[in-house]
């Protein structure tokens, strides 16, 4: 079973940044398109942003888009989402998961077989 693992959330200021890191135990890492996810208290889980098996194809929430940036190394396992220019509004805790199937859309936490334990996120105004 696919292990996800994520780390880098804290407490900070409105217009700072932050690295979130999620480690995968996938042998075949590369095979999978890794996702984004928030969630506040109270709030249904929201997608974030996503990157395909091949790295070639990048998707944003608009909410986040021009201010955070999805990435990932093949080398170590490892998905990382770059969040800069932080708002209240992103406060939330931060989901990686991965997915298989092609077919199934990139958007919908539904289409994701994997997750990890969650980050949580604090932005004070």
């Known amino acids: 079973q696919v292990q996800l693992v994520e780390s880098g959330g804290g407490l900070v200021q409105a217009g700072d940044s932050l690295r979130l890191s999620c480690g995968a135990s996938?042998?075949?890492?590369?095979?999978?398109?890794m996702g984004w996810f928030r969630q506040a208290p109270g709030k249904e889980r929201e997608f974030v942003a996503a990157t395909t098996w091949s790295g070639g194809l990048i998707f944003y929430a608009d909410s986040v888009k021009g201010r955070f940036t999805i990435s990932r190394d093949y080398v170590k396992n490892t998905v990382y989402l770059q969040m800069n220019t932080l708002k209240p509004e992103d406060t939330a805790v931060y989901y990686c998961?991965?997915?298989?199937?092609?077919?199934?859309?990139?958007?919908?936490?539904?289409?994701?077989?994997?997750w990890g334990q969650g980050t949580q996120v604090t932005v004070s105004s």
């Open positions: 996938a042998r075949t890492f590369r095979l999978y398109t």
């Open positions: 998961a991965a997915k298989r199937d092609y077919s199934t859309s990139y958007y919908s936490s539904d289409s994701y077989d994997y």
